[in-house]
């Protein structure tokens, strides 16, 4: 079998404050899939736990960000995979001790045909 890609879905997550990095990259990555109904495993003949789920996470601070966490987000999916890359913003407050956290997520959906 061949893995076959069948979607691709962008998301940004915001954490205004406690630079919470799990926090961001899950908003980015329910932002990613809120508006998606995503009906093509029962026209190919699969099911939908049988989506190959590969998420990349773009952060300012990738070691802070939980994967395991993150892919716990997604509702569906039996095999799913998660790279952490360094990327996103952090914006420090005007005092510099807190800071608000922008985080990408790249959620790609394929199938092995």
């Known amino acids: 079998m061949a893995k076959k890609r ?7 997550g915001v954490d205004l404050h406690d630079k919470d990095y799990t926090k961001a ?5 329910r932002e990613a899939i809120w508006h998606n ?13 049988d989506m190959l789920i590969d998420v990349t ?15 716990d987000a997604l509702p569906h999916g039996n095999n799913k995979t998660i790279n952490i890359v360094e990327g ?3 914006i420090l407050n005007e005092a ?8 990408n997520a790249a959620v790609v959906v394929s199938f092995d045909m």
Not at 6 to 12: A, D, I, K, T, Y
Not at 37 to 49: L, M, Q, V, W, Y
Request: charged share 20%; no cysteine.
């Open 88 to 90: 996103g913003l952090e």
């Open 57 to 71: 996470i773009a952060a300012p601070n990738p070691s802070a960000v939980n994967g395991d966490e993150v892919l």
């Open 25 to 29: 990259a899950i908003r980015a990555v």
């Open 37 to 49: 109904s995503f009906g093509a495993a029962r026209h190919i003949g699969k099911e939908i736990d």
């Open 6 to 12: 069948f979607l691709l879905e962008m998301g940004m």
């Open 96 to 103: 510099g001790t807190d800071a608000s956290v922008i985080v």
